[in-house]
């Protein structure tokens, strides 16, 4: 299993400006995935951020207004640029196993842009 | 890619009566295919995961679902409602995104209301 810490848990930001969020893995992983839940939505894959190259976006999602980092093998960050109240929305950020395909979330980030 | 489809938005239950929340999926292959359960305000927490073992697969608060490839389904039940059961629950399947992880393609979801 893998423990996921999301930092922060919460944020209210006005419009215009950007909030990074940052996620830890207390193991070492090839992959981390970033997805997002509006409210009352399911979850939706932003990018998958593989460590010593660019990130992968999913349709819909661009590289300058979601940058992610991946610096090292336990940790990643996704920012959200120029942020606007259509970006306010849960964050998470999850791992999954190579040999088990069970994924782990973080607790997420709840951001309300006002 | 693969995904699924929850047939219901909401679905509302007494206590102590059983729990139907329906889920079909779409595959080019064999999948992998999960449930998760999302309490107000909680992480996601992962009920059971059927990954081409056994197709009667169990999961933890005694919920359970049948994996059955002729109807594309992985319906997830419960004999017995409890209070505490109320919750957003996901149905998902996994899609390999390359030979070190997985992306998962997240249903709609149902929202579950457990009534006295």
């Known amino acids: 299993s893998a423990v996921i810490s999301q930092k922060p848990s919460r944020d209210i930001c006005q419009r215009g400006t950007s909030l990074t969020i940052q996620c830890q893995v207390d193991?070492?992983?090839?992959?981390m995935f970033w997805y997002r839940q509006q409210p009352g939505q399911s979850l939706t894959l932003i990018a998958t951020?593989?460590?010593?190259?660019?990130?992968?976006?999913e349709s819909g999602f661009v590289i300058d207004k979601f940058p992610i980092s991946r610096p090292n093998l336990t940790f990643s960050t996704l920012t959200v640029s120029n942020m606007s109240p259509e970006d306010s929305s849960i964050y998470l950020c999850?791992?999954?196993?190579?040999?088990?395909?069970?994924?782990?979330f973080g607790q997420g980030t709840r951001l309300t842009v006002v | 890619a693969q995904s699924v489809t929850q047939l219901d938005s909401h679905v509302s239950v007494s206590e102590g009566t059983p729990v139907l929340l329906r889920c079909n999926y779409s595959?080019?292959?064999?999948?992998?295919l999960f449930w998760y359960v999302q309490h107000p305000n909680k992480g996601l927490q992962l009920l059971l995961k059927?990954?081409?073992?056994?197709?009667l697969v169990k999961g933890i608060n005694g919920f359970e679902a049948e994996f059955k490839k002729s109807e594309t389904s992985f319906h997830l039940t419960k004999p017995s409602a409890h209070m505490s059961d109320a919750a957003e629950y996901f149905c998902?399947?996994?899609?390999?995104?390359?030979?070190?992880?997985?992306?998962?393609?997240f249903g709609k979801g149902t929202s579950l209301l457990v009534t006295p």
């Open positions: 595959s080019s292959y064999s999948p992998s």
């Open positions: 999850s791992v999954t196993g190579t040999s088990d395909t069970e994924a782990f």
């Open positions: 193991s070492q992983v090839t992959m």
């Open positions: 998902v399947v996994s899609d390999r995104y390359s030979n070190s992880g997985y992306a998962l393609n």
């Open positions: 059927y990954t081409s073992a056994a197709t």
């Open positions: 951020a593989n460590q010593g190259s660019e990130a992968t976006y």
